[in-house]
Every structure is written in structure tokens, then in C-alpha cells.
């Protein structure tokens, strides 16, 4: 079964922060990475693509000119067969899951980031997911990424609390 590792807002380098172990476990073990933008620099990009598996990426608010000139600001991600769209804002949480759904007609679910607020919603068989962040939870509780499974043609989300 075709599992991918989510993160978002990492942005790095800053203060000293650093990806979680436990996180970079989860990334090297996926069958695909997913990162919601806010990476800060094109180095934590570049750590991010020596991983292993293959990176889909956007561009974040916070990011430097060297990244925003090479990541779009959307993107799909496709694992086994699932159509999962990619943004990094996306914009006031009142109606968030019917724009996401429009500008995404033909995904099953939409991955963002901004927020640092980790978030699954689902309605009629649409879904979109925050992860959080793994190294800026701001106020949460704690550091955050995300895990997607794709079973039989579903993508079940999960969100993975962190230590830090």
C-alpha cells in the first residue's frame, strides 16, 4: 500500500530548529514526500530531494526568491492512481473545503500548509489536510506532520504528532 509523508512550514533554517528524527524516519520511509511550502531556503529543499523518494512541492509565502522562482504555487501529487492536489494557502476557513474542491476538480483530496494548525476534514468524499509543522508549531500543542495511505483506490490521512 502506497504511503506518503506530509510536512509543511518547516521554515529552516531558524533558530537552531532542526526536522525531527522521528519525522525524517517517516520521510525516508514513504513511498513519496509531499511538502506544503514554507521550506524558507533552497537548501532545506535540496536536503529534502536527497531523501530517497520523490518530492512534490510548492511554493510558501515565506519562501526565498530562489524557491519561488523554481516551485510552482500548485501542484498534484498522483499515488497509486489517487490524484492529490497541493497549495500552500488556502485562504479563510469558512468555505476552504468548497474553494479547494473547485480549484482542484479533479483530486480526491488537497494537502496545504500556512496555517501551522494541523487539520483533516471530509465532505462527500472530498477531504483536504494540514499537517502541521515538524519544527514551528507555534500554538499547538506539538510539532506535527502528516502520513497518507492510499487503499484501494481511497486515501485515508492521518495526522502524526511529533517529539521535538
Not at 536536503?47 to 519561488?68: C, E, K
Request: net charge positive; glycine share 10%.
Amino acid at each position: 500500500m502506497p504511503l506518503a509523508a506530509i510536512i509543511s512550514d518547516t521554515h529552516l533554517p531558524r533558530r537552531g530548529r532542526q526536522i525531527p528524527t522521528a519525522c525524517w524516519r517517516r520521510l525516508r520511509g514513504a513511498d513519496l514526500i509531499i511538502h506544503a511550502g514554507d521550506f524558507s531556503t533552497l537548501d532545506v529543499l535540496e536536503q529534502l530531494r536527497g531523501t530517497g523518494p520523490p518530492l512534490v512541492a510548492v511554493r510558501g509565502n515565506v519562501d526565498d526568491s530562489a524557491l519561488r522562482a523554481l516551485l510552482p504555487a500548485r501542484a498534484q501529487a498522483t499515488l497509486d492512481g489517487v490524484h492529490i492536489g497541493v497549495t500552500h494557502d488556502a485562504g479563510a476557513a469558512r468555505g476552504r473545503l468548497a474553494r479547494l474542491r473547485k480549484l482542484f476538480p479533479e483530486c480526491a483530496a488537497v494537502v496545504y500548509g500556512h496555517s501551522h494548525i494541523p487539520l483533516h476534514e471530509e465532505r462527500e468524499g472530498f477531504q483536504i489536510f494540514n499537517p502541521g509543522s515538524p519544527t514551528d508549531r507555534r500554538r499547538q500543542p506539538r510539532h506535527t506532520m502528516g502520513m497518507a495511505l492510499v487503499q484501494r483506490g481511497c486515501v485515508t490521512f492521518r495526522i502524526i504528532a511529533l517529539d521535538a
